[in-house]
């Protein structure tokens, strides 16, 4: 079984910073394109970033300049370092990857970790 478990998620200040990691736990599996979402109460999930497994990187246009996404692959973890935090970055934010186990391949889902900025 592989599981992908995000972590420091929390409530911050508006313009404090914030890392929410994802680290994906398991064995005899291969991790592609890593990435993070978010989703508001309400509204429809949304790319936020993602991470190639040879570290091309892509960015919302809401975040870009502020959000840095990075992985390690030795510890099969995924990273979103936020600065700059806005309110409306207020959402649950979900990891994302592309796995390989075995014969199955598709895209795994993180349950998500909550991050709150308000003063």
């Known amino acids: 079984q592989v599981q992908l478990v995000e972590s420091g998620g929390g409530l911050v200040q508006p313009g404090g910073s914030l890392r929410v990691s994802c680290a994906a736990s398991?064995?005899?599996?291969?991790?592609?394109?890593m990435g993070w979402y978010r989703q508001a109460p309400g509204k429809e999930r949304e790319l936020v970033a993602s991470?190639?497994?040879?570290?091309?990187?892509n960015y919302a246009a809401s975040v870009k300049g502020r959000f840095t996404i990075s992985r390690d692959n030795a510890k099969n973890t995924v990273y979103l370092q936020m600065n700059s935090l806005k309110p409306e970055d207020t959402a649950v934010y979900y990891c994302?990857?592309?796995?390989?186990?075995?014969?199955?391949?598709?895209?795994?889902w993180g349950r998500g970790a909550q991050v709150t900025v308000s003063s």
């Open positions: 991470i190639t497994s040879d570290l091309r990187t």
């Open positions: 398991g064995s005899s599996f291969s991790l592609g394109v």
């Open positions: 994302k990857a592309a796995l390989m186990y075995g014969d199955y391949v598709g895209d795994y």
